[in-house]
């Protein structure tokens, strides 16, 4: 969690909602961040995981197409080969390791 509130502050990123879904594993958030062109909302997921895979990527954005925003994905670890090749399908979703 302290390297989620580190990453957000030097990024410039402000919490809006945030939600504990497993402890020291996985967070829920809305955030919000500064664009040239203004203030832009994203529905961001944080996992705590070595591996990230393609049920994780899709189900982080079902979720922020529920929530009618860009999804912010955020993890340590790796991305495995399917779900690279999901990445660049899907829009909307942007993939960060912290």
């Known amino acids: 969690m302290q390297q989620l509130l580190a990453f957000f502050t030097a990024n410039n990123i402000t919490v809006l909602e945030q939600v504990v879904l497993k402890k020291k ?3 829920d958030f809305v955030v919000q961040l500064t664009s040239p062109v203004g203030q832009l909302h994203y529905y961001c997921k944080a996992k705590n995981k070595a591996k990230v895979g393609e049920a994780d990527l899709s189900h982080a954005f079902v979720q922020g197409q529920l ?3 860009p999804v912010l994905f955020l993890s340590p670890g790796s991305l495995t080969k399917p779900a690279q090749e999901l990445l660049k399908e899907l ?3 942007t993939v ?3």
């Open 91 to 93: 829009k909307g979703l």
């Open 67 to 69: 929530k009618k925003l």
């Open 25 to 27: 594993n996985e967070y």
């Open 96 to 98: 960060k390791q912290v």
